[in-house]
């Protein structure tokens, strides 16, 4: 039987929320301040993404949700996750104790707390709080996931999902395995297109808040009519406009609008355009004085965008400036260099020869099957230094090296900050991931390489050397800045570009081709690239 429309109000989180009369950062909770969080208080779709612009009051909404959700809906436990463990320290202090002596009439009786600062206990059911880093393991070379093992979940919110490391998402959305109800939510400001939730907003059905305007009926989304949905009036202040007769519009005035209805998976967009606390002059103020240095921020925390620039990611029209009227090479005379990124089944390759000291000649990209076919292509093409990743497929890649004495293997090392560590003994080199996928992507940026005549292998070249962007991210705390390459597009095809990569350490101790013509090398010999470049 249908509920009546007072009971079925009584029913909702919204409703129960704005009884208890909350303060919330030291001020009364009203939804009328933030009337698109409204549908997100009683939403129970399985899968949620928001991508929204800072301080727009989610993370309060996120809590608060959670500590209903605990009561009557989700009996098992809710795992919420933050980037870092020093993320999830700060967030209980600041936030959810802090809610709790802020109203201690009306939660204290509601949450309990455990001997873990980083677990509450919510009628019977259990919140866990954890940082979405996996810690690394004994050896340094694998990552611990204990913290997030053994925990049956019903709910799962990504608190700032952008800055998760992707093998902690998915060990975490593991923990909804065992649950009827497997609800996942998804939230942070965006960073840069086709990655994190900004990937996961283009699957969903795509909501955008709609404003009606009461002069004229008409229907305007800020953020679809942005920049022409901020106007200056006669006196310099700025409105919110409807799109059609330009008159003042309020953000109280909407609701949510799917672009795509038919899909399961909910998405939400929202941005500072539509914020209580933000005055639309401040955004126009600096729309319009935008730096080549404050233009992501911009459209991340305001706009609710990802944004990339050159100097964050390739794309194909830099790359073609590199592609010349030869052909991809079959053999070479050599002495060449080759970097080889190994999966499992297929192992992709870039081949060539040091033309000067900071000039490469990438003679050849392709795939070979087997480590056979591999050699077979190191004999074509005269291949003196050989540098392969090693972290995949170890065991084989360390049988291939002992049979080939200009054959490295290399380890991505967050322990080396700098340069490139070359133990001869063990033929590896350890470098910085980030460092190293710097140094390629600056050498095709500044036209320093030359690549093969565009053919019918081409589209997907650069669709694997597209597949990588630069992420920025500064410390809440210190301050530091730091940058880490991340996948984009939600597939993993960046073969191409670890092993341009790689090629990029193997030419390091390759000689420049003219010289060495003239000097005959042994094969098998326990070859050292350092001797070849004394040579």
Request: proline share 4%.
């Amino acid at each position: 039987m249908a509920l009546a429309a007072e009971e079925l109000a009584r029913s909702s989180c919204a409703w129960r929320l704005a009884s208890m009369d909350l303060r919330i950062d030291g001020v009364p909770f009203d939804l009328r301040r933030y009337p698109y969080l409204l549908e997100l208080f009683d939403s129970r779709a399985s899968d949620i993404t928001i991508r929204k612009g800072a301080q727009l009051g989610f993370t309060s909404w996120a809590v608060l949700r959670t500590i209903d959700g605990a009561r009557h809906v989700y009996p098992r436990s809710i795992l919420y996750l933050m980037p870092t463990a020093e993320d999830v320290s700060d967030f209980s202090k600041a936030r959810f104790d802090r809610l709790l002596k802020e109203n201690p009439d009306t939660l204290g009786d509601l949450i309990r707390d455990t001997d873990a600062a980083n677990i509450k206990q919510i009628g019977e059911t259990f919140v866990y709080f954890r940082g979405a880093r996996l810690s690394p393991g004994a050896s340094g070379e694998r990552k611990s996931s204990s913290k997030l093992k053994s925990i049956p979940a019903d709910l799962v919110v990504f608190d700032e999902f952008d800055e998760m490391e992707a093998a902690a998402v998915v060990l975490a959305q593991k923990r909804l395995d065992g649950s009827d109800l497997r609800h996942q939510i998804k939230l942070s400001t965006a960073t840069i297109p086709e990655f994190g939730v900004d990937l996961e907003y283009s699957q969903s059905d795509q909501r955008t808040w709609h404003i009606r305007c009461e002069a004229c009926s008409a229907w305007t989304c800020l953020e679809l009519a942005w920049p022409d949905s901020l106007q200056r009036d006669a006196k310099g202040g700025v409105y919110r406009a409807c799109k059609k007769c330009r008159r003042e519009i309020h953000a109280i005035d909407g609701e949510w609008v799917a672009a795509h209805p038919s899909r399961e998976k909910r998405g939400y967009w929202i941005s500072q355009l539509n914020s209580p606390t933000v005055p639309p002059a401040v955004i126009l103020d600096e729309f319009e004085t935008l730096t080549p240095d404050s233009t992501a921020d911009f459209y991340n925390s305001r706009l609710g965008l990802g944004y990339v620039d050159q100097e964050d990611k390739l794309d194909e029209a830099t790359i073609r400036a590199c592609a010349q009227e030869e052909p991809r090479r079959r053999s070479a005379q050599g002495p060449c260099y080759l970097g080889a990124d190994i999966g499992k089944h297929l192992i992709h390759y870039v081949v060539g020869e040091k033309r000067t000291d900071d000039f490469l000649d990438h003679l050849d990209y392709g795939v070979v099957g087997d480590f056979a076919e591999l050699h077979d292509l190191m004999q074509r093409f005269n291949v003196c230094v050989a540098v392969l990743d090693e972290m995949a497929e170890t065991r084989s890649v360390r049988e291939f090296k002992d049979n080939h004495g200009e054959v490295w293997g290399c380890w991505y090392s967050e322990a080396q900050r700098t340069g490139y560590d070359w133990m001869t003994k063990e033929r590896r080199v350890a470098v910085n991931r980030t460092e190293l996928l710097d140094q390629s992507h600056r050498r095709v940026v500044q036209q320093r390489c030359k690549l093969p005549r565009p053919d019918d292998r081409w589209p997907e070249f650069v669709r694997h050397l597209c597949n990588l962007a630069r992420v920025r991210k500064v410390d809440r705390k210190s301050g530091t800045p730091s940058v880490r390459w991340v996948v984009v597009g939600g597939q993993k095809m960046d073969h191409w570009r670890h092993a341009l990569a790689y090629a990029e350490l193997a030419a390091a101790q390759c000689p420049v081709s003219e010289h060495a013509r003239r000097i005959q090398r042994p094969r098998g010999d326990g070859f050292s690239p350092h001797s070849w470049m004394s040579a």
